[in-house]
């Protein structure tokens, strides 16, 4: 049968490989004794060829493979490669520290004051009242605020205001700089230059000494630039210029204002020779008769830095005013007025600071805008509000 056959195969195919098997061990151990009979050294050699074969065949494998992974990582190089590692110090290298503190002190401290000290140093102007009292000995009699009204007769037009209220301070004050009690009648308002606001203190302090019922003239006595009779409406056909020239008597140099109490004289026509003018003896007997008449007389004198006429007018007057203007009077000009002071020439003299702004306080003292009001809503002063930036801006 078939199965019997199949095993019959199996058999011859075993028994076949029996006999190979065995003629190979045959072969072998007669190899073997074959290489037996070989010397020691050379199968030795035989060991070492072997052994070398095996590993230069190991070496070459090796080497390929570390050619490949070196492949591998050439095609996957980073960016960027760390040359040095990171070396940690205590300090840094940036930012220097102590160079940023002391450029902080330079730009905090030094800076700043080196920035005061040059606007002080170049600031010829006068800010304060304590620049006064540096560069003069004259005493301060008024300090007059910022004027905030569209006129130069604020005390007669708003008798309430704050501005009123300085003006009747420098009026009080006018008691205690008479010589011997009596308090001076004859005034003189002089300043350095135009613009101080010499002729606006003028015009007040003579209409507020006139509120007190005291009856008071003033007279424009700077005949190279008459300008008094605009601000209260009236002419300067004639005046001070045509009188002392003898083209009139007094009485028709003499005008009748607003103010009950207030008569003016003003300038007149400009002469040809004013200073001539106001040193002729008309000038001196016009006071003198005057004086039988009003309690008060104030003068407008010129600027004291532009012509010499004001020191020829202080030798007829009681007391003279000094007019500076904060922010615009220049400290030069102040210093020069304090030699003609001590030369004499400036003889019972005070300053008056105009245009005074306040920064702080209520202002008692002097006068410094006076203001302070009682006005919490007890009516005691008129509201001095400040015009509207638009009108500031229109007035400039």
């Given at each position: 049968?078939?199965?019997?056959?199949?095993?019959?195969?199996?058999?011859?195919?075993?028994?076949?490989?029996?006999?190979?098997?065995?003629?190979?061990?045959?072969?072998?151990?007669?190899?073997?004794?074959?290489?037996?009979?070989?010397?020691?050294?050379?199968?030795?050699?035989?060991?070492?060829?072997r052994?070398?074969?095996?590993n230069?065949?190991?070496?070459?494998?090796?080497?390929?493979?570390?050619?490949?992974?070196?492949?591998?990582?050439?095609?996957?190089?980073?960016?960027?490669?760390?040359?040095?590692?990171?070396?940690?110090?205590?300090?840094?290298?940036?930012?220097?520290?102590?160079?940023?503190?002391?450029?902080?002190?330079?730009?905090?401290?030094?800076?700043?004051?080196?920035?005061?000290?040059?606007?002080?140093?170049?600031?010829?102007?006068?800010?304060?009242?304590?620049d006064i009292?540096?560069?003069?000995?004259?005493?301060?009699?008024?300090v007059?605020?910022?004027?905030?009204?569209?006129?130069?007769?604020?005390?007669?037009?708003?008798?309430?205001?704050?501005?009123?209220?300085?003006?009747?301070?420098?009026?009080?004050?006018?008691?205690?700089?008479?010589?011997?009690?009596?308090?001076?009648?004859?005034?003189?308002?002089?300043?350095?230059?135009?613009?101080?606001?010499?002729?606006?203190?003028?015009?007040?302090?003579?209409?507020?000494?006139?509120?007190?019922?005291?009856?008071?003239?003033?007279?424009?006595?700077?005949?190279?630039?008459?300008?008094?009779?605009?601000d209260?409406?009236?002419?300067?056909?004639?005046?001070?210029?045509?009188?002392?020239?003898?083209?009139?008597?007094?009485?028709?140099?003499?005008?009748?204002?607003?103010?009950?109490?207030?008569?003016?004289?003003s300038?007149?026509?400009?002469?040809?020779?004013?200073?001539?003018?106001i040193?002729?003896?008309?000038?001196?007997?016009?006071?003198?008769?005057l004086?039988?008449?009003?309690?008060?007389?104030?003068?407008?004198?010129?600027?004291?830095?532009?012509?010499?006429?004001?020191?020829?007018?202080?030798?007829h007057?009681?007391?003279?005013?000094?007019?500076?203007?904060?922010?615009?009077?220049?400290?030069?000009?102040?210093?020069?007025?304090?030699?003609?002071?001590?030369?004499?020439?400036?003889?019972?003299?005070?300053?008056?600071?105009?245009?005074?702004?306040?920064?702080?306080?209520?202002?008692?003292?002097?006068?410094?805008?006076?203001?302070?009001?009682?006005?919490?809503?007890?009516?005691?002063?008129?509201?001095?509000?400040?015009?509207?930036?638009?009108?500031?801006?229109?007035?400039?």
């Amino acid at each position: 049968s078939e199965r019997a056959v199949l095993k019959e195969n199996l058999k011859n195919i075993i028994e076949s490989s029996d006999i190979l098997i065995n003629d190979y061990k045959t072969r072998i151990d007669k190899l073997e004794r074959e290489i037996a009979t070989f010397p020691s050294t050379e199968r030795e050699l035989i060991n070492i060829k072997r052994k070398f074969e095996l590993n230069e065949n190991l070496y070459v494998f090796l080497m390929e493979k570390q050619a490949e992974t070196g492949i591998a990582k050439a095609s996957n190089l980073p960016d960027n490669k760390v040359i040095d590692a990171a070396r940690i110090e205590y300090t840094p290298v940036k930012p220097k520290g102590l160079l940023n503190y002391a450029i902080a002190v330079f730009l905090g401290l030094v800076f700043p004051a080196g920035f005061v000290l040059m606007r002080d140093f170049f600031d010829n102007k006068i800010r304060t009242k304590e620049d006064i009292d540096k560069l003069t000995r004259m005493s301060v009699a008024a300090v007059i605020g910022h004027n905030h009204k569209d006129t130069n007769t604020t005390v007669a037009d708003h008798p309430k205001s704050s501005i009123s209220e300085a003006f009747r301070a420098w009026r009080a004050n006018l008691r205690f700089l008479g010589k011997d009690g009596v308090e001076p009648r004859v005034l003189s308002i002089t300043s350095s230059i135009g613009g101080e606001g010499k002729t606006f203190c003028s015009i007040n302090i003579a209409s507020v000494l006139s509120l007190s019922k005291k009856k008071t003239l003033l007279i424009g006595v700077d005949l190279r630039k008459p300008k008094i009779y605009n601000d209260f409406g009236l002419k300067n056909e004639f005046g001070l210029s045509s009188y002392l020239s003898g083209q009139h008597d007094l009485a028709k140099a003499i005008q009748n204002t607003n103010l009950s109490h207030l008569d003016l004289i003003s300038a007149g026509p400009i002469p040809p020779n004013p200073s001539e003018l106001i040193m002729s003896p008309r000038f001196s007997a016009m006071l003198e008769e005057l004086k039988e008449t009003y309690d008060y007389i104030v003068l407008d004198s010129p600027p004291i830095g532009l012509v010499a006429d004001p020191y020829e007018i202080m030798n007829h007057t009681d007391y003279n005013f000094y007019v500076t203007r904060q922010d615009y009077t220049d400290k030069n000009l102040l210093a020069m007025a304090q030699d003609k002071y001590e030369q004499g020439l400036l003889h019972d003299t005070s300053i008056v600071i105009n245009d005074y702004k306040m920064t702080q306080g209520y202002g008692y003292g002097y006068g410094y805008g006076y203001g302070y009001g009682y006005g919490y809503g007890y009516g005691y002063t008129e509201d001095d509000h400040r015009p509207s930036l638009w009108k500031r801006i229109l007035r400039r």
